[in-house]
């Protein structure tokens, strides 16, 4: 035990540093409070499932995934570090990233984030161009040394494609490339016919077309094969 007599604020940076260390973690509860101030903060008020325990979110909206999917209410997955606010003394779960629970929430959440995309123009007919007849080049977009990139050249090879493709490597963090790592591609892409995005799980490869839309949004959006 510590005999020297340590402040609060020391107690209180050592505790952040400690709790800090554990990393990472997904928690799952229930949205009993959630507010977002016009500045970006976040706190919200887990629930647990089966208890009344509770645990606080903290974060700044825009560098949280699927922070506009989620409401008062709904069960979610939150994914998170553990950390304390040293100056009030405050625990809670730092989000980078917060997804709903459940098939028809997770459809629900998709269903949201359309019509908040196409209410922001990036669905409008005068900014798509149609697909060429024949595609022969392609930019694939996934993590490097993934299932998802092995499977499709795999694929490829099988079926005689003789498709070009340019490969772009991208960090996928917790099911999703980030959105930096896709604006700083949106430069490195000239010329391709058509981007690729292989993720093996649907919800997060839907969130994920989503997000690629706000990060191409220009004077033209190509055309999803149908």
Known sequence: MQTDAITV??????IRSQLETIGPMIVEGEIVQMNVTARGGVNID???????????????????????????GDSVAVWG???LWEEKGLFSIKAFK??????????????????????????????????????????????????AESDFLKILRENEAGLEIDFYPVHVQAGTPNRRSLQHLKQQIPGVMTVLYSRAEEAASRTCLHL?????HGPSLPQKHR
């Not at 604020?9 to 050592?14: D, I, R, V």
């Not at 825009?62 to 922070?67: A, N």
């Open 9 to 14: 604020a020391q107690f209180n940076s050592l």
């Open 46 to 72: 887990l629930k647990d499932p089966k208890g009344s325990a509770l645990v606080r979110v903290s974060g700044y909206a825009p560098t949280i995934q699927g922070i506009h999917t989620v409401k008062e």
């Open 81 to 83: 570090t553990p950390t």
């Open 98 to 147: 917060l997804m709903p629970l459940g098939e028809g929430a997770l459809r629900e959440a998709y269903e949201m984030l359309k019509t908040k995309l196409a209410a922001e123009g990036l669905f409008d007919e005068d900014r798509k161009r149609p697909l060429p007849e024949y595609v022969t080049r392609i930019a694939l977009i996934t993590a490097k040394g993934s299932a």
């Open 212 to 216: 690629m839309t706000r990060c191409w």
